[in-house]
């Protein structure tokens, strides 16, 4: 394995897309299964600890968070061992009280302002938390939001 370098992939991002490119490109140049997720390991540790080292480095408490954030982000396209599979969904505990109460209002259909009011905080607010939540469940809109929570028994019906 001390052949395999992780080397930036030109317009590759991380995350799941950028994560099966590099098995992809890997695999093409012969490498076994078990290499390849070593490699994707390798690189994706890697990764996670320049980040956090950066973040160590930032005297910006807030681009600090988001370094560390995209760290734990990037952590978890770690391919699991073999014979483990990672959970499709996610766990509810993820989701923090407020958040959690953010979701339930989504699913009537008000605009996030009048959630900010019902809630006694800013629009912006909301928004941080919807965002938090979209990004959570794995989703981009507000309808998959609110079918992810029911699938995943976080709200009712």
Known sequence: MSDVRCAPVSGCALGENGVSLLRGRLRSLSY????VDAAVTTCLVWVAGVLVGVAGGIAD????GALVHEASAVLAEVPAPSGHTKPSL????LLTD????????????????QI???MYVSYNTIKSHT????????VCS???????????GLVQR
């Open 116 to 118: 900010a009011e019902r």
């Open 98 to 113: 407020r958040q959690l109460a953010v979701l339930r209002q989504l699913q009537e259909e008000i605009p996030l302002r």
């Open 90 to 93: 996610p766990a509810p505990h």
């Open 32 to 35: 076994e299964a078990t290499s």
């Open 131 to 138: 965002r938090a939540v979209y990004h959570k469940l794995g």
């Open 61 to 64: 408490a807030r681009s600090a």
């Open 142 to 152: 507000r309808a998959e939001a609110v079918a992810r929570a029911r699938e995943l």
